[in-house]
């Protein structure tokens, strides 16, 4: 039997790149294998992640400044105009301009001196398809920490006036109703998303961590909606909107932009305003809001009387009453009708009626 010769090149295995690159190459005998290019497990299941976007913190103060401006400006100037006894409908139009453009051009103006020139990247600004999932989660959380906030409130007894008590009140005409809805339901989710958890958010996180800056933006978000009309009960509703601000600034952080909180603020509005305009949450005749403790208190409530119900002998003239709210979802206005006070007795469930407060609260 012949014998074969010894072999004369190196057995089959794995080597060094005879080429000089990195890793090892299977040689079978007689042939180098093509290189083979090892990718690691953790860059092929998930791309890596987006860098939390920031901006100075001269845009953060600068956004709550002109807001704060806004608001003020906003109350000042409708009490002089109430004397003219306009259409409500111009007063609508009058306040979510005051309110709201100057913020609109100080995001803006944030874009073009400290960011990309692009709105959309400089705050956030974008949506995709999976908004339509990742919005109603956001909203149910909102509802989530609503609850709780709205639970430790009535163990702690802490005063709270609904910021939308006296919108069902109003006999309001379709064009109101619409007026109403497009600024709760789709300006005021827009432009504060795009304040709050844009600017203000990002100009806390170029100083501040995590946690710090989405609860400093959830407690700014919650003093936005101060009223001095309110009095005391401004405490527990600036408490239950802190909470679902932090709950909408938790969102915006996680994915990097406000898409989904502004779906998420809008569907959380636009409940509120169904449940108020349909008076849902109406479960006596007498307005929401928290009163003294008791079984039996007296309230007082405003009366819209016809004018030829007043007193004869009274001189009382028609008269217009303005009460401004944050995010102008509660303006009363009356241009034919005479307003008094009158004391009704009521039986109420104080705690029952706080939770009804909360939960009926425009963000």
Do not use: K
Not at 303 to 308: A, E, F
Request: with cysteine; charged share 15%.
């Amino acid at each position: 039997m012949t014998q074969l010769p010894p072999p004369s090149s190196a057995p089959a295995g794995w080597y060094s790149d005879p080429d000089g690159r990195p890793g090892s190459r299977y040689f079978d005998g007689r042939h180098w294998a093509p290189p083979t290019v090892f990718v690691p497990a953790s860059t092929t299941l998930a791309p890596p992640a987006e860098p939390h976007p920031s901006l100075p913190l001269v845009a953060a103060i600068g956004a709550l400044v002109i807001l704060l401006g806004s608001l003020v400006g906003g109350r000042l100037l409708i009490d002089v105009l109430s004397r003219f006894d306009w259409p409500l409908l111009v007063y609508v139009g009058l306040l979510t301009t005051i309110g709201y453009g100057p913020s609109v051009a100080w995001c803006w103006y944030v874009s073009r001196r400290w960011g990309t020139r692009r709105l959309s990247a400089d705050v956030g600004l974008r949506f995709r398809w999976s908004d339509a999932g990742w919005g109603p989660v956001i909203w149910i959380a909102a509802l989530v920490v609503q609850i709780a906030v709205a639970a430790l409130i009535i163990v702690f007894d802490v005063p709270l006036t609904s910021n939308t008590e006296r919108v069902s009140d109003i006999d309001a005409d379709r064009a109101y109703v619409i007026a109403l809805g497009i600024t709760a339901v789709v300006a005021a989710p827009l432009v504060e998303e795009m304040v709050f958890r844009g600017v203000v958010m990002r100009g806390l996180r170029a100083r501040l961590g995590a946690v710090a800056t989405i609860a400093l933006q959830a407690a700014f978000f919650g003093a936005a909606h101060f009223d001095p009309v309110r009095g005391t009960g401004n405490i527990g509703l600036v408490m239950v909107l802190s909470a679902v601000g932090g709950a909408f600034g938790l969102g915006a952080y996680l994915l990097r932009r406000i898409g989904p909180t502004i779906l998420a603020h809008a569907i959380f509005n636009g409940v509120v305003l169904i449940i108020v305009l349909t008076g849902a949450n109406d479960r006596s005749d007498f307005e929401l809001g928290s009163r003294p403790s008791g079984a039996a208190t007296i309230a007082e409530r405003a009366v819209v009387d016809q004018p030829h119900v007043a007193e004869p002998h009274r001189d009382q003239q028609p008269r217009s009453l303005v009460g401004l709210r944050y995010g102008f979802e509660g303006v009363v206005v009356d241009d034919s009708h005479v307003l008094e006070r009158r004391p009704w007795r009521v039986s109420h469930d104080v705690a029952h009626d706080r939770f009804d407060a909360a939960r009926g609260s425009l963000a």
